[in-house]
């Protein structure tokens, strides 16, 4: 590849993250605070960087998939297809990070679909490298960037059962690395910590400090993910684009506090 247009391509990538990063912390801030002045300015001053980004990175068309992506995202539809007017900050912040994550992962697919490398697969991101499990990280990648699919594509089931496996995932992680002897003060259910229900696990990584208490906003559907599937694992329930896009937003959550430099 051209090093002009690898450089590039890395610029881009950085730029990228960055806007991911700051978008995170907004999207922490305006959830706790939906009215909270600064972080309004701040998410104003984010999206007109993003607007810039995208425009940079479509030509300038607003027919490009990425500009179409950037509008929709300040769209929010209930399920029979009519346009919410009103959508919370953090909803659209949410929307943002999918849109931000769709032109990275096209960025790194660019990067390595030319010359020798044409026929080896894109880089997967690295945001999962606070899990202790390196086996497990690819796999959580993957997860996450096929979750993110399904909600710009409209699988609230699909992306909630991707989410809510990652969630408990990391979890499951963090309380074996820090290891259950060390878990005072609170009540150990039986077994080992995988036998445990995600309920549990959850409520006892956040008693023990693993976590904080982001999971309260949880949707009840995402905690019981495993029990509404059939025997091939497909979702039998309907799930509505709020929860799967909450789920998201704990995941986020907890993916913070087990990673505080993100």
């Known amino acids: 590849m051209d090093e002009s247009l690898r450089a590039q391509i890395d610029s881009n990538l950085s730029h990228l993250d960055a806007l991911v990063r700051r978008g995170r912390r907004l999207h922490e801030s305006l959830v706790a605070d939906p009215s909270d002045k600064s972080a309004l300015v701040a998410n104003r001053a984010w999206q007109q960087d993003i607007g810039v980004a995208i425009n940079q990175l479509s030509g300038g068309s607003k ?9 929709e995202a300040f769209l929010l539809r209930t399920t029979n297809g009519q346009v919410i007017e009103a959508v919370a900050p953090a909803e659209i912040v949410e929307r943002l990070l999918g849109v931000l994550d769709q032109a990275a992962l096209s960025l790194a697919r660019m990067g390595e679909g030319e010359g ?8 997967l991101p690295r945001r999962f490298e606070f899990v202790h499990n390196a086996e497990l990280r690819p796999v959580l990648e993957q997860a996450y960037i096929d979750s ?9 089931s699909q992306a909630l059962m991707n989410t809510s ?14 290891g259950v002897e060390t878990l005072v003060d609170v009540e150990i259910p039986a077994g080992k910590i995988g036998d445990w229900s995600f309920g549990d696990r959850l409520a006892l990584a ?3 400090g693993v976590i904080r208490g ?32 909450r789920t998201m937003q704990v995941l986020h959550v907890v993916m913070r506090d087990l990673d505080p430099g993100r």
């Open 206 to 208: 956040e008693k023990a």
């Open 148 to 156: 993110r699919d399904a909600l710009v594509q409209g699988g609230y």
């Open 116 to 123: 020798a490398a044409a026929s080896a697969p894109a880089p």
């Open 165 to 178: 496996g990652i969630l408990e995932a990391i979890v499951t992680d963090a309380l074996e690395f820090r």
């Open 214 to 245: 982001g999971c309260a906003r949880l949707p009840e559907i995402a905690r019981r993910y495993r029990d509404i599937t059939d025997t091939d694992r497909n979702p039998q329930a309907t799930i509505s684009e709020r929860d799967a896009r």
């Open 63 to 71: 027919a490009h998939w990425l500009a179409r992506a950037f509008s």
